[in-house]
């Protein structure tokens, strides 16, 4: 049973545009929660999804915004990227209510 | 303000020793989970412990044990008979009332040969 799967694995943009990541969860988890972790640092959340609605947020900009597909895997897209947004994102995935997060192995993005 | 300290940006311990990795946090909710997360270079956290609040007993899975000290809102990670495969970044992390995670910046830990 595969766990958490993202795509892709590395991407590189330029400043301005925009950018769309995957995230499929493990079998039987239906909630997906996104990370941006910035080099150097611990992953900061960005946004939770359930029930293909946002749960919770982060301090996040609005130009940071998610989806949720009835099949639970989920999409995070950043628009008007900055040199700032480049980091690891990292999509978890759980049970809506338990303690474990199982993550992925996230999406190195690099904005140039 | 909710928060979790991790004071050790980098430790070097000998292979077969015994590691600790501190960490600290900050709640008023009665209610919260303290996790540990290994992140070897490929980017992926990987789950290693997690203790509950009100957990009377300190979490252990296998070599990995949870020194929890409720009192002084600690809960240090030991990790016994270290093996060279142990090194990496280690992140502690806590589950706030609103079902947050907030992660703590991190230990680097090298095990040496």
């Known amino acids: 049973d595969a766990g958490v799967t993202q795509s892709p694995t590395h991407l590189i943009k330029t400043r301005g545009q925009q950018v769309t990541l995957r995230c499929s969860p493990k079998s039987g988890h239906d909630t997906v929660s996104w990370y941006q972790q910035a080099l150097g640092q611990g992953p900061q959340f960005i946004f939770q999804y359930y029930e293909e609605e946002e749960r919770q947020r982060g301090n996040f900009p609005d130009r940071f915004s998610g989806h949720q597909f009835p099949n639970y895997s989920s999409e995070l897209n950043v628009n008007a990227l900055l040199l700032g947004d480049s980091a690891l994102y990292l999509c978890?995935?759980?049970?809506?209510?338990?303690?474990?997060?199982?993550f992925g192995s996230g999406t190195r993005l690099t904005v140039v | 303000a909710q928060k979790i300290t991790q004071t050790q940006p980098g430790m070097f311990v000998q292979e077969k020793e015994a590691v600790t990795l501190d960490c600290t946090y900050d709640?008023?909710?009665?209610?919260?989970?303290l996790f540990w997360y290994k992140q070897p270079s490929s980017g992926e956290m990987i789950f290693l412990i997690y203790?509950?609040?009100?957990?009377?007993q300190n979490a252990t899975e296998g070599r990995y044990s949870l020194n929890f000290q409720k009192a002084r809102k600690s809960a240090n990670l030991v990790i016994s008979a270290s093996q060279l495969g142990d090194s990496a970044m280690y992140f502690c992390?806590?589950?706030?009332?609103?079902?947050?995670?907030?992660f703590g910046k991190g230990t680097r830990l090298h095990i040496l040969p």
């Open positions: 203790q509950g609040s009100y957990d009377q």
């Open positions: 978890a995935s759980s049970p809506l209510g338990t303690s474990g997060r199982l």
């Open positions: 992390a806590m589950r706030k009332g609103d079902d947050k995670i907030i």
């Open positions: 709640t008023s909710d009665p209610s919260y989970g």
